[in-house]
Antibody, heavy 122, light 109 residues
Framework: QVQLVESGGGLVKPGGSLRLSCAAS????????MSWIRQAPGKGLEWLAY????????YYVDSVRGRFTISRDNAKESLYLQMDSLSAEDTAVYYC???????????????WGQGTLVAVSS | EIILTQSPATLSLSPGERASLSCRAS??????LAWFQQKPGQAPRLLIY???TRATGVPPRFSGSGSDTEFTLTISSLQSEDFAIYYC???????????FGQGTKVEIK
């Protein structure tokens, strides 16, 4: 079955950096769009960024563009999120998400990891 | 950017009752809408995609309807495990991005 396991979260000081990883299994990772979505404590869902199967297309929401970098390694079946210049507003649970029902599909956010908590505080 | 507005913010119902949740889009998104259920401490779970197609394993008491800008998620008879927060998501203009509604909490009356 599809599994997405995030790691790399933790406590970081304002202005600091963190790199999140997501290990995927149970599907052909190289065929699917992948995204990061976050949820601040007690708040709703915010889609952050996506990367196409071959990394040719990448897009970010305005709030993280220029600070966050999404990437993937298809050989390692892994997704990454490099987060720089972090602020308290970035405190959230970060979810790794497989987009689409089948290969190269761009429909709904179908499979979600359990999330990793990032806390930005001095 | 397409804005999704969910209503009501909170729905207080008893087990066995029918729940109707609304999601309104600021632009025509055809039928490119999904619904998710989220329970405390858990990741969201896909319920409905394409406005009305149930995802794998979703009970038939969950149904979705609507098109263009008006969408509804209906739970025909609430079970104890259905009390949760529900989000809609549009994927009509993706890329570049997706957006979510702010959520509707279904709580026990």
């Amino acid at each position: 079955q599809v599994q997405l396991v995030e790691s790399g979260g933790g406590l970081v000081k304002p202005g600091g950096s963190l790199r999140l990883s997501c290990a995927a299994s149970g599907f052909v990772f190289s065929d699917f769009y992948m995204s990061w979505i976050r949820q601040a404590p007690g708040k709703g869902l915010e889609w952050l960024a996506y990367v196409s199967p071959g990394s040719h297309t990448i897009y970010y929401v305005d709030s993280v563009r220029g600070r966050f970098t999404i990437s993937r390694d298809n050989a390692k079946e892994s997704l990454y999120l490099q987060m720089d210049s972090l602020s308290a507003e970035d405190t959230a649970v970060y979810y790794c998400v497989r987009e689409g029902l089948y290969s190269y599909d761009t429909s709904a956010s179908v499979h979600w990891g359990q999330g990793t908590l990032v806390a930005v505080s001095s | 950017e397409i804005i999704l507005t969910q209503s009501p913010a909170t729905l207080s119902l008893s087990p066995g009752e029918r729940a109707s949740l609304s999601c309104r889009a600021s632009q025509n998104i055809v039928r490119n809408l999904a619904w998710f259920q989220q329970k405390p401490g858990q990741a969201p779970r896909l319920l409905i995609y394409g406005a009305s197609t149930r995802a794998t394993g979703v009970p038939p008491r969950f149904s979705g309807s609507g098109s263009d800008t008006e969408f509804t998620l209906t739970i025909s008879s609430l079970q104890s495990e259905d009390f949760a927060i529900y989000y809609c998501q549009q994927y009509n203009n993706w890329p570049p991005g997706r957006t979510f509604g702010q959520g509707t909490k279904v709580e026990i009356k």
